[in-house]
């Protein structure tokens, strides 16, 4: 079996913070990742101050960032459910 490449991340925002910036949480049997409530407060922050005027170059950089760390995130939780379900038995 190949594994597909994972997205890239160069660069993590300056405003994210270490500890804390992400939080697990079972579905379905299944830990998931996520971004913090206070990371995607500040996601949701930039993209309602980019609906209404334009982002300064930090914060649309900041935007970026976060953008690569959600499809790395989507990708590794992917990957871990694809995992799991190959190993879920089958009936007969």
Known sequence: ????????LTHLPT?????GAVSIV???????FRASQS???QIATLLDKQADIKLT???????DRYVEIDDYLSFVNRTIRN???TQLPTSA
């Not at 405003?15 to 500890?19: H, K, N, Q």
């Open 57 to 63: 170059t930090e914060e649309a950089s900041e935007l």
């Open 1 to 8: 079996m190949t594994l597909p490449t994972p997205p890239s």
């Open 39 to 41: 990371v995607q407060d």
């Open 83 to 85: 995992l799991y379900l």
């Open 15 to 19: 405003a994210l913070s270490v500890e």
């Open 26 to 32: 079972i579905e379905e049997g299944i830990p998931i």
